[in-house]
Structure formats: structure tokens, C-alpha cells
């Protein structure tokens, strides 16, 4: 195999004085950020604690609608305001979820299953303990529980929020290597702000570097140590996936002994990580990652069609007056059908018919043509995109205004229900895309395609069309029961902000 060369400095490494000057001007900033690892915990288990008890007493009062005879007792009291609390306080410490950062799809999964065992270990203890003569309504027990993860996670959604507002969720980070692997990890850091990290400075021989142009250079490769010292900094990451291994391995002996943490960004991208096993060999001094395809197994594959069964039920009620207001505008606002229905390319490559409301005129497609060949921006726009952005001649005046708020997809949960779609998924393909699609057709097809998915909350129709399928072969190679219902929770949000929507 042949080695990758050590990174070589370029034009010419960083002087002492602009060393001097970038390190002065990093060091307030890490005093600021330190403030992070003593204040957050503390702040998180009081909004914890207060979101424990808001939704306790939420089912208790639910409960007491549903059935009159329920009163509040003394025991129930210290139940709600201390007992039940410190259980969940207690799992939520035990599972390190005051001290770990962690993306939004990984909290849900986390909060979702202390819910579960709170509500087991809660349970138990009433029943099966000195409790067991406390009468406690069983619809309080089963309605806390539901209750109780949705304060929880909309508690720690906003408590994190305005702890990024005072500063104090920020957590310091030293980025060794400013080529494209480390302007990766920066834009993934910025669009995922809610974890928290903030690059103070990079290392790199190469002060020329583009993300050198949004954050101090405080050294070359061999001042890191140097950097690290007088910085005081406590979390490094090396982003320098094409260096030579031993260089690597050097890298990392000098800077372990000087912090808490180093972090490798490995030549890994593109591959399916999200369900990724590790397995260490010691002796070899080597470990070995197991990639597993979480949708290839049948408890999956029934969890997922579960989901939608039931999620795509309670959407289906709750929107159905929507959808019947929706109807009669289309009707008696232009011409032609209420719906539009179009074959999709499905699973395993199978066409159905997609249910959509109709937002275009009939002749559509004769008007999209006439369009497209007097303007030959447009036509460029419709090449990359499948879709244009500023005026689209098809679209009628209340079409335009279904779209914006995705409305006109609202129909697709009757897809869902018949099983021909799910409610998170890969875009439903036309089948005139079928060549476009090319490698990423065999994996696409693999699953339904869904209502929404990861390329709509991550810019919709802002992506062309390669980054669609780029999206949709990820979510497929990466899924997981928690990343559906991050992308659904995201997606509401999307609706109402309208990114991308046109």
C-alpha cells in the first residue's frame, strides 16, 4: 500500500508575533467557556426537577377529568414532588445525560428509555414495596409517563437553548488540521449548535486555509503543545485524515498527556456509521467496526410499520377538517381535480399511484415548456434542481400557498396508511428519475419512500438533486427508530419557518 506524505508547510508557517497576538485573544474566551462545565448541570437538574413536577401534576389533574373520584393525598403529594422526581433524576445522572452532549435524535432516544424505566422502577416501588398500601390511580401512572418525556424533552430543548444564549453550553475545542475534513466538522458544529462545541482555534502549518478566514490560526504542527499550555484548552480534535499513520500516532502521544479528551476524525465519510458496534483486539492493538443495517431485520421493519400505523392514524384525524377545507378551496378556485395523482417508484422499485392535493393548472406541462424555453435561467434551474425557485408558471394562486406550508402532501398519509409509503423516508421518486438516480437506486429502494425525510429537513428543495439522493441513501444505510422521530420533530418545525419551500 502506498503511504500518504506528512503534511509539508505552505508559503510559510505562523510568525511568533500573530501567535502571540491569536493566543491572547483565545485565552478570555476559554475563562468564559470553562463556565460551561460548572454551571449547565446544575441549571439542567433544576429544569429537570421543575419539568417533573409540572408534568406530574399535569396527569394527576387529567386523571382527576377523566375520573372525579381521584383526590391528591399526602402520600400522592410526596410522591409527585420528590419521590418520582429522584427517580428520573437518578436514571438521567446514572445514564450521564448531565454531562454528555448529545445530538437532539440522541437525547429523545435517551429520555425515552429513563421515561420507560422510571416509570417501571416508579411502579414497582409503590406496588411492591412499604408504598404498597398508597393508593395511586393507575391513569395517573400511565398518562405520567407520556407526559413526562414530552416536558422533559421540550424543557431540555429550551433550557439548552438559553444556555447557548448566556454562553454557558459552549464547549471549548482546539482543531488540529484546517483542511476540508476539519471544514466538515466546523460546518457540522455550527448547523448543530445544540451540542454545544465552539472551535477556538485551529493548528496548521498552512495559515492560507480557508477556515483559517473564520477562526484564529494559533500555531503550526509544532507548536500545538506550546498552544495547549498556554491555553489551557482541555478537548483537542485532529482532523488530518490523509497523514501518514505513524504521524498520526506521534500527533496523538504528544497532545494526550496535556488534555481530558482527543477526538480523530477518521477517512471514514460516506460510509453507514449511525449503527455502528466496535469490538477492541488488545493484543493486536487494533479495533474492528460492524456496520449493521438496522432495516434488513424483521422487528424493525414491524417497529417502523407499527409507527406509522399508529402516528399516521392520529395525523389522519387531526387533519382530516383541514384536508376538507383544503378541497372545497381547490375546487372552487380553479379548474380540474381536487387531487393529483401521479406514480411513484416505491419499494423494491414497485409504482404506485402518490395522492397529493393539486396546486397546478391542467395544461401544466405545456406551460412549464413554453416557460423554460424563453428563459434560459430557468431552464439551467430546472436542470440541477427538478424544481424552480423564484416563479413557476404551473402553480396556481392557492397552489402557490399550499406549498409553502407543504400542504399539498397532506394526502400521502392515506399512502402511509395503505402501506405504499411511511411517514419518514426517502423522497418518492418519479419514475422518469429512474436513470438520474443511478448507484443510489439500489439502495433507495429498500424501504417506502416517506412523506418527509432527511433531505427535507436539511434544505429541501435548496438541494439539488444529487444531494436528495445523497440524503436519502444515508437515511436509508443509517437508520434507526430515534432518527425517525428526530426528522418528524424537525420537519414541523421546517413547515412553519417554510425553509425551502417554494
Given amino acids: 500500500m502506498v503511504q500518504k506524505n506528512t503534511p509539508e508547510p505552505i508559503i510559510e508557517t505562523v510568525n511568533d508575533v500573530s501567535l502571540e497576538s491569536e493566543l491572547l485573544t483565545a485565552i478570555p474566551s476559554i475563562f468564559n467557556l470553562k463556565l460551561g462545565h460548572l454551571l449547565p448541570p446544575i441549571i439542567l437538574v433544576i429544569g429537570d426537577y421543575l419539568a417533573l413536577v409540572l408534568a406530574l401534576l399535569s396527569s394527576f389533574y387529567l386523571s382527576q377529568l377523566i375520573d372525579s373520584n381521584i383526590i391528591m393525598t399526602e402520600k400522592i403529594s410526596t410522591h409527585i414532588y420528590f419521590v418520582i422526581p429522584l427517580i428520573y433524576i437518578g436514571l438521567m445522572v446514572y445514564r450521564g445525560l448531565y454531562l454528555k ?20 422502577i416508579a411502579t414497582g416501588l409503590i406496588y411492591f414495596s412499604y408504598y404498597s398500601n398508597t393508593v395511586i390511580p393507575r391513569k395517573f401512572l400511565l398518562l405520567s409517563g407520556v407526559i413526562c418525556f414530552i416536558y422533559l424533552l421540550v424543557t431540555r430543548y429550551l433550557t439548552k437553548h438559553l444556555l447557548m444564549m448566556l454562553g454557558l453550553w459552549q464547549k471549548p475545542i482546539l482543531l488540529v488540521g484546517a483542511g476540508k475534513s476539519a471544514e466538515l466538522i466546523a460546518e457540522a458544529f455550527e448547523e448543530d449548535f445544540y451540542i454545544g462545541y465552539k472551535i477556538i482555534g485551529l493548528i496548521d502549518d498552512n495559515y492560507l486555509r480557508n477556515l483559517t478566514k473564520k477562526y484564529p490560526l494559533l500555531g503550526g504542527f509544532g507548536d500545538v503543545e506550546r498552544v495547549i499550555k498556554e491555553i489551557g484548552i482541555q478537548d483537542v480534535i485532529i482532523a488530518l485524515p ?52 438496522n432495516l434488513v431485520h424483521t422487528s424493525n421493519i414491524l417497529l417502523k410499520r407499527i409507527f406509522d400505523l399508529v402516528v399516521g392514524s392520529i395525523i389522519f384525524m387531526v387533519t382530516l377538517p383541514i384536508m376538507t377545507v383544503l378541497a372545497l378551496v381547490i375546487k372552487f378556485s380553479s379548474p380540474g381535480p381536487i387531487f393529483h395523482i401521479a406514480k411513484r417508484i416505491g419499494q423494491n422499485g414497485k409504482e404506485f399511484k402518490c395522492y397529493k392535493f393539486r396546486t397546478m393548472y391542467q395544461d401544466s406541462d405545456k406551460l412549464l415548456q413554453e416557460y423554460l424555453s424563453e428563459n434560459s435561467d430557468a431552464h439551467e434551474e430546472w436542470k440541477r434542481f427538478a424544481k424552480l425557485k423564484q416563479f413557476d408558471p404551473r402553480l396556481t394562486k392557492v397552489g402557490k400557498w399550499i406549498r409553502a406550508f407543504s400542504l399539498d402532501e397532506l394526502p400521502q398519509i392515506i399512502n402511509v396508511l395503505k402501506g405504499e409509503m411511511s411517514l419518514v423516508g426517502p423522497r418518492p421518486y418519479l419514475p422518469r428519475e429512474f436513470e ?51 426528522l418528524l420533530l424537525k420537519t414541523v418545525k421546517v413547515v412553519f419557518t417554510r425553509k425551502g419551500a417554494y
Fill in 436 to 486: 438520474k438516480m443511478n448507484k443510489h437506486y439500489n439502495t433507495i429502494i429498500l424501504v417506502t419512500p416517506g412523506i418527509t425525510g432527511l433531505w427535507q429537513v436539511s434544505g429541501r428543495n435548496e438541494i439539488d438533486f444529487n444531494g436528495r439522493l445523497l440524503l436519502d441513501s444515508w437515511y436509508v444505510r443509517n437508520w434507526s427508530f430515534w432518527l425517525d422521530v428526530t
Fill in 101 to 120: 452532549r448529545l445530538l437532539l435524535w440522541q437525547l429523545i432516544e435517551q429520555l425515552f428509555k429513563t421515561v420507560v424505566f422510571a416509570s417501571v
Fill in 242 to 293: 490523509e497523514v501518514r499513520r505513524e504521524y498520526l500516532q506521534e500527533l496523538v502521544d504528544r497532545i494526550q498527556p496535556l488534555v481530558s479528551n482527543v477526538s480523530i476524525l477518521p477517512d471514514l465519510f460516506g460510509l453507514p456509521l449511525n449503527n455502528i458496534d466496535v469490538n477492541y483486539f488488545l493484543k493486536q492493538k487494533t479495533v474492528m467496526l460492524t456496520m449493521r443495517n
